[in-house]
């Protein structure tokens, strides 16, 4: 069983830069492929980005190319999500999930979730 916990979620404005924490804990870190999704409100949970067991592929969804960063550092059990230049479109809860499937960029191939962490950014 594996256990995520989110952080680093607030209220940030436009242009401004936040920095998400995964927690995990349960089978051996680096064992895990592990991916961030958000739901904005009133919208469908989405793939944000994804990294493989020991950071050497990641991938993005074209939304966020270019502005966010995912990385992991696999001594801490921690998944990380930079994300700079923050648009109001931004915001959503943001979830970290490991991928049981094949698919990195689909929600169905993912089976733990953590709670999420609430990013609000201001026009």
């Known amino acids: 069983q594996v256990q995520l916990v989110e952080s680093g979620g607030g209220l940030v404005q436009a242009g401004g830069s936040v920095r998400l924490s995964c927690a995990a804990s349960?089978?051996?870190?680096?064992?895990?492929?592990m991916g961030w999704f958000r739901q904005r409100p009133d919208k469908e949970r989405e793939f944000v980005a994804y990294?493989?067991?020991?950071?050497?592929?990641?991938y993005y969804a074209d939304s966020v190319k270019g502005r966010f960063t995912i990385s992991r550092d696999n001594a801490k059990n921690t998944v990380y999500l930079q994300m700079n230049s923050l648009k109001p479109e931004d915001t959503a809860l943001y979830y970290c999930?490991?991928?049981?499937?094949?698919?990195?960029?689909?929600?169905?191939?993912?089976?733990?979730w953590g709670q999420g962490t609430q990013v609000t950014v201001s026009s």
């Open positions: 999930a490991v991928l049981t499937g094949a698919l990195v960029d689909q929600r169905d191939q993912y089976r733990y």
């Open positions: 990294i493989g067991w020991d950071g050497g592929r990641t």
């Open positions: 349960g089978p051996p870190f680096s064992s895990l492929r």
